[in-house]
Antibody, heavy 118, light 109 residues
Framework: EVQLVESGGDLVQPGGSLRLSCAASGFTFSSYWMYWVRQAAGKGPVWVSRINSDGDGMTYADSVKGRFTISRDNAKNTLYLQMNSLRAEDTAVYYC???????????WGQGTLVTVSS | EIVLTQSPGTLSLSPGERATLSCRASQSVRSSHLAWYQQKPGQGPRLLIYGASSRATGIPDRFSGSGSGTDFTLTISRLEPEDFAVYYCQQYGSSPELTFGGGTKVEIK
């Protein structure tokens, strides 16, 4: 059974930093692209970042480019999101998601809440 | 950037009824790279349909997807109590990597 468990969400002040983690199990982690997607309260999901299976190809939404960094440790089956210079508009539930064999996301975690407020 | 518009915003139906959800894209979706997800409160989304019309693993056959180009539809043939939730369409494969619609809430009438 595929499991994705996010952690690291917290209340942080504007301008602060946070590192999210996602522990993966139930599949060959090193074979799949992985994603971070966020969802503000009452809104639809929004793609944040993607990393390829080897960890040497990353893409970012314009809204987070230069502030967020996605990475992975295939030996530890773990995905990360380093978030710097956080803004109030980054407040959301952050989901870790697995890329599927057919190109879309096929599994999501339960999410971790990031709140940016003074 | 492809913008996805879902309608209606809310669908009020009774168990056993048929639900028809629409997703319209601002430009043609490449190779029918269109997916549908179900989301319940406090949970991450669950993949229902990929490639516009293929059911994901374990999804009941009362869920079906259709469409191509810019117009796509998710149909739930007979609503079960567990189907009342929010549904999102998503395009994949074009820049930006993933784009989601605003969602349709299917609520109990």
């Amino acid at each position: 059974e595929v499991q994705l468990v996010e952690s690291g969400g917290d209340l942080v002040q504007p301008g602060g930093s946070l590192r999210l983690s996602c522990a993966a199990s139930g599949f060959t982690f090193s074979s799949y692209w992985m994603y971070w997607v966020r969802q503000a309260a009452g809104k639809g999901p929004v793609w944040v970042s993607r990393i390829n299976s080897d960890g040497d190809g990353m893409t970012y939404a314009d809204s987070v480019k230069g502030r967020f960094t996605i990475s992975r440790d295939n030996a530890k089956n773990t995905l990360y999101l380093q978030m710097n210079s956080l803004r109030a508009e980054d407040t959301a539930v952050y989901y870790c998601a697995k890329g599927g064999d057919y190109g879309c996301v096929d599994y999501w975690g339960q999410g971790t809440l990031v709140t940016v407020s003074s | 950037e492809i913008v996805l518009t879902q309608s209606p915003g809310t669908l009020s139906l009774s168990p056993g009824e048929r639900a028809t959800l629409s997703c319209r894209a601002s430009q043609s979706v490449r190779s029918s790279h269109l997916a549908w997800y179900q989301q319940k409160p406090g949970q991450g989304p669950r993949l229902l349909i990929y490639g516009a019309s293929s059911r994901a693993t374990g999804i009941p056959d009362r869920f079906s997807g259709s469409g191509s180009g810019t117009d796509f539809t998710l149909t739930i043939s007979r609503l079960e109590p567990e189907d009342f939730a929010v549904y999102y369409c998503q395009q994949y494969g074009s820049s930006p990597e993933l784009t989601f619609g605003g969602g349709t809430k299917v609520e109990i009438k």
